[in-house]
C-alpha cells in the first residue's frame, strides 16, 4: 500500500461533490489524501506534475460511503450461501434449502439467512421436520431476515448441549429466539471453517468496495459472531486492499473489546431485541402478539457500562428498538452524565444502534447527551407504511412514528446510516433514497442530509471530523459515479433541509426520485488506493 499512497493523481473532466468549491471539476489526490479541489481551468496548472490523470468523462465524484452498521460474515455467507431473502413463499424457501443442501454435500454444516414468513402467503416458518426431510438431516441453521431469530433442523439441536432448557426453545415450535438462539448461533459460526469464514469476508468486502463503500462498522459480539471472526475480519481489513473496517464488539467486559481491537464496546449490545421476533421491548404490548418484548438491559446497566467505557476511553453503544429499551438507555446514559458530567459523555460520542421507536422527549435527550442515531432508513422502506409489518405489529399509529429522521436532525442529533447487512442489503444510494422518501411523510429528510448522514455522518460516529468530505487534507476515500443530471433535491415542503435554491452554491446530487435509476459505481479508492473498477469501463 505504501508505494501507491505516494502517488499523486489528477482526476479531471467531471463532477466533484465538494463544500469546498460546489461547482468543482477536478481533484488532486496526493500520499493517499485531498490535497487538491477545484476548477477544470486551474486543473492544467497541475498537469504535468502528476504521476496520472483521471479523465472522468463527465462522471460524479463523491467521498466514499460509510456503511455504520454490518455483520460482515454474515454479509458475505448471504452472498456466498444460502440467501432466502427473494423467496415469496414457503414452498419457494424449500425449494432453495432443497437444491442448495444438494449442491454442498461436503459442508459439515448449512448456513443460510432472509426468510421472512410474514411476506409469505402461508404465514408460518419451516417446521423442524421439514427442514430434516429437506437437508437429509444435516445441521442447518437459517436466520429471520431480522436476525434475531433462527429456524433449525435438529441436527443442528444436537450441536448445543443443554439447548432444550435455554430461554427461548420451544419444543416442536420455530423459530428459536433468545439465548436459544444465540447458543445455536454461536455453535453454527464455530462449526464453519477457517476457510469458508475468509471466503465470506472477502466476499462481503469486495460487494461493499462496487458499491461505493469505503468504510464498514463491524458489529460483532458474544451473542452474535465470534472473537476469531471479529479478529481475522480486522486482519483481513489490515493486510488486502477494500473497505476499512471499524469494529464494535458487543461486551458489557470492556477489557475484552479493548483487547480484540474493538473501537467501542458497542454496536449490537442488546438492550432488546426487534419487532419482527416480537423481541423489541415495548412499553405497550404489541398489537398482534401477547407481551411486549423483552428487555436485556436495564438502566443501571447501561449507566455502569457507560461509566466504565468514559473512563476507559472507548465508545459504549447500545442496539435499542423499542420505546421501553431506548427509554432505558436514556435513563442510564443520564445517569452517566451525572456521575461523570455532561461534557465527558458528550465528548465521548456513546452510540445507539437502530433508535427506532423515539418520543420527542427521548430525541431531545438524545441531543443533549451527544448520542449518534445509528439508524438503517431501508427498514422503513422494507417494513413501513400503513400496510407494513411495523403497522401489523404495533398498530398504524404507533407504526408511524417510527424512524423519525427530520425531528432527529431538527434536534441537532448526529446521524450515521448503515444497513444491518444481512438484515438489509448494503445498497448506500437505496439507503439515502429511503430517507429522503420516508413511507411516513413528515419524517422525510433532504438528499443532502441524508447523503451526509451516510458519508461524513459515519466518520464522525467514530469520533473523526476530518473526513467523509473531498476537501483538501482529508483521506482519499472516494468513489466516481455514472449518474444523470445532478439536482438539489428535497421531496416535499415539509422536509427538513438545508437551502436547495441552486443559488445557494449547493452542490446538486443525483436524481432520487422513486423509479429512478439509481448511480453506478465505476471506481472505489480507499487511502488513494483503488479498491474496485468496474469491469469493462
Given at each position: 500500500m505504501s508505494?501507491?499512497?505516494?502517488?499523486?493523481?489528477?482526476?479531471?473532466?467531471?463532477?466533484?461533490?465538494?463544500?469546498?468549491?460546489?461547482?468543482?471539476?477536478?481533484?488532486?489526490?496526493?500520499?493517499?489524501?485531498?490535497?487538491?479541489?477545484?476548477?477544470?481551468?486551474?486543473?492544467?496548472?497541475?498537469?504535468?506534475?502528476?504521476?496520472?490523470?483521471?479523465?472522468?468523462?463527465?462522471?460524479?465524484?463523491?467521498?466514499?460511503?460509510?456503511?455504520?452498521?454490518?455483520?460482515?460474515?454474515?454479509?458475505?455467507?448471504?452472498?456466498?450461501?444460502?440467501?432466502?431473502?427473494?423467496?415469496?413463499?414457503l414452498a419457494e424457501a424449500a425449494d432453495r434449502i432443497r437444491a442448495y443442501a444438494a449442491a454442498r454435500p461436503a459442508d459439515r454444516i448449512l448456513v443460510g439467512h432472509g426468510w421472512d414468513a410474514a411476506r409469505w402467503p402461508e404465514r408460518r416458518p419451516l417446521t423442524r421436520a421439514e427442514l430434516d426431510e429437506l437437508t437429509g438431516g444435516r445441521p442447518l441453521y437459517l436466520t429471520r431476515i431480522d436476525v434475531h431469530s433462527a429456524v433449525v433442523t435438529t441436527a443442528m439441536l444436537d450441536l448445543v448441549p443443554g439447548i432444550r432448557e435455554r430461554d427461548g426453545f420451544h419444543d416442536g415450535q420455530q423459530p428459536l429466539t433468545g439465548d436459544a438462539h444465540h447458543a445455536v448461533r454461536a455453535a453454527a459460526y464455530a462449526a464453519l471453517s477457517p476457510q469458508q469464514r475468509t471466503e465470506a469476508q472477502r466476499a462481503a468486502r469486495q460487494h461493499a468496495a462496487s458499491l461505493g463503500i469505503g468504510t464498514l462498522h463491524e458489529c460483532g459480539g458474544p451473542e452474535i459472531s465470534s472473537e476469531d471472526d471479529f479478529t481475522g475480519l480486522l486482519d483481513l481489513a489490515r493486510s488486502e486492499p477494500g473497505p476499512r473496517v471499524v469494529g464494535y464488539w458487543a461486551d458489557l467486559d470492556i477489557e475484552r473489546a479493548r483487547a480484540l481491537g474493538a473501537l467501542g464496546a458497542a454496536g449490537d449490545l442488546f438492550a432488546d431485541g426487534s419487532l419482527g421476533s416480537h423481541t423489541a421491548c415495548l412499553h405497550e404490548p404489541y398489537a398482534d402478539h401477547s407481551g411486549a418484548g423483552v428487555a436485556h438491559?436495564?438502566?443501571?446497566?447501561?449507566?455502569?457500562?457507560?461509566?466504565?467505557?468514559?473512563?476507559?476511553?472507548?465508545?459504549?453503544?447500545?442496539?435499542?428498538?423499542?420505546?421501553?429499551?431506548?427509554?432505558?438507555?436514556?435513563?442510564?446514559?443520564?445517569?452517566?452524565?451525572?456521575?461523570?458530567?455532561?461534557?465527558?459523555i458528550r465528548a465521548a460520542r456513546h452510540r445507539v444502534e437502530h433508535a427506532e421507536m423515539l418520543s420527542p422527549?427521548?430525541?431531545?435527550?438524545?441531543?443533549?447527551?451527544?448520542?449518534?442515531?445509528?439508524?438503517?432508513?431501508?427498514?422503513?422502506?422494507?417494513?413501513?407504511?400503513?400496510?407494513?409489518?411495523?403497522?401489523?405489529?404495533?398498530?398504524?399509529?404507533?407504526?408511524?412514528?417510527?424512524?423519525?429522521?427530520?425531528?432527529?436532525?431538527?434536534?441537532?442529533?448526529?446521524?450515521a446510516f448503515g444497513s444491518d447487512s444481512p438484515v438489509t442489503p448494503l445498497d448506500p444510494w437505496g439507503t439515502v433514497r429511503a430517507a429522503a422518501f420516508h413511507r411516513t411523510p413528515e419524517h422525510r429528510i433532504s438528499v443532502r442530509a441524508a447523503f451526509t448522514a451516510h458519508t461524513r455522518g459515519g466518520w464522525r460516529a467514530v469520533g473523526r471530523d476530518d473526513a467523509g468530505t473531498l476537501v483538501p487534507g482529508a483521506p482519499a476515500d472516494y468513489a466516481i459515479w455514472r449518474t444523470g443530471e445532478l439536482v438539489v433535491q428535497a421531496p416535499d415542503d415539509r422536509?427538513?433541509?438545508?437551502?436547495?435554491?441552486?443559488?445557494?452554491?449547493?452542490?446538486?446530487?443525483?436524481?432520487?426520485?422513486?423509479?429512478?435509476?439509481?448511480?453506478?459505481?465505476?471506481?472505489?479508492?480507499?487511502?488513494?488506493?483503488?479498491?474496485?473498477?468496474?469491469?469493462?469501463?
Open positions: 508505494a501507491y499512497e505516494h502517488r499523486t493523481v489528477l482526476l479531471r473532466g467531471g463532477e466533484v461533490h465538494s463544500p469546498a468549491d460546489p461547482f468543482a471539476t477536478a481533484m488532486v489526490v496526493e500520499r493517499g489524501h485531498v490535497a487538491w479541489v477545484g476548477s477544470e481551468g486551474a486543473a492544467d496548472a497541475f498537469a504535468s506534475g502528476v504521476d496520472e490523470v483521471v479523465d472522468l468523462e463527465g462522471a460524479l465524484v463523491t467521498p466514499a460511503f460509510v456503511d455504520a452498521h454490518v455483520h460482515t460474515t454474515a454479509t458475505g455467507l448471504a452472498l456466498t450461501g444460502l440467501d432466502l431473502s427473494a423467496a415469496a413463499s438491559l436495564d438502566a443501571d446497566a447501561v449507566a455502569a457500562h457507560v461509566v466504565a467505557c468514559t473512563e476507559a476511553g472507548l465508545q459504549a453503544g447500545f442496539h435499542a428498538i423499542g420505546d421501553a429499551a431506548v427509554d432505558a438507555v436514556v435513563e442510564g446514559v443520564r445517569t452517566a452524565a451525572d456521575k461523570l458530567g455532561l461534557a465527558r422527549e427521548s430525541i431531545a435527550a438524545f441531543a443533549e447527551l451527544g448520542l449518534t442515531a445509528s439508524v438503517q432508513p431501508a427498514f422503513d422502506a422494507y417494513w413501513g407504511g400503513e400496510d407494513g409489518m411495523y403497522a401489523d405489529r404495533l398498530g398504524a399509529e404507533r407504526a408511524r412514528a417510527l424512524n423519525p429522521y427530520a425531528a432527529l436532525l431538527r434536534a441537532g442529533v448526529p446521524l422536509v427538513a433541509r438545508w437551502s436547495t435554491d441552486p443559488r445557494s452554491g449547493t452542490p446538486g446530487l443525483p436524481d432520487l426520485s422513486p423509479g429512478s435509476e439509481l448511480p453506478v459505481c465505476l471506481r472505489t479508492v480507499v487511502f488513494g488506493q483503488t479498491v474496485f473498477v468496474r469491469p469493462n469501463e
